[in-house]
């Protein structure tokens, strides 16, 4: 089977395909429901698709997967779509409180060939899912984050969440609040940005 390389990922040629048709359905979709800013339309890919590739990279596809304020789909489509040929058994759950973006999930994953629950609701209202990961961008400042990790997380499971240039103040901050074990690994595409990798949530 061919293989891209998507910088440190390698994806089959079939992933890449998915995810540049996913690329596709954004651009035709954002102008009408704000999918993302309309200054990232012209670079998707990188902004965006290679953004959200990059969270998965560092750990094993789990059993269960939450994502968090998906919004367009980043980066739980991009997740379910990599999953097609890493781990097809996943189970994968997307959270979105925008119904307009909850429809436009729906037929991003169909069209793609993924498979992938959305559920339109606000996550503050979605019984605990003992999910085995749970990842957000671009949703919350991360001692909010944290306690939807200890509400939707099973013991031991881990949460991914990217986080911009203010990272460690937003590290110190939830500090106050809550005990973890932090990992971060350096953004593939904006520079001071990282993934945080988060184990064993507890509040202080
Ligand atoms: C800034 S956007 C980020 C979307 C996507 N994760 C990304 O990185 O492009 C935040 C999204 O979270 C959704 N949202 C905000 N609060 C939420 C909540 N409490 N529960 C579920 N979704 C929420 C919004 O509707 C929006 O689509």
Redesign the pocket.
Known sequence: MSEVKIREAHVSRETYDRLKHYESLVKKWSPKIN??AKSTLDNVWDR?IVD?VQICQGIDFPQTWL??????????VVVAILAVERAPDCVITL????QR?CAFLRTAIRECGANAKVVS????KVPPMAADVIS?????DLTTLLGFAERHLQPGGIALF?KGIQWKKEVDNARSQWQFDLKSTNSWTEPEAVVLEIRGVTRV
């Open positions: 999918l993302i965006h959200s994502d968090i304020g998906s919004g367009g789909g980043f980066p739980g959270i979105e409180s925008d973006k609701e606000r996550i503050e957000a961008r671009a949703l919350a990217s």
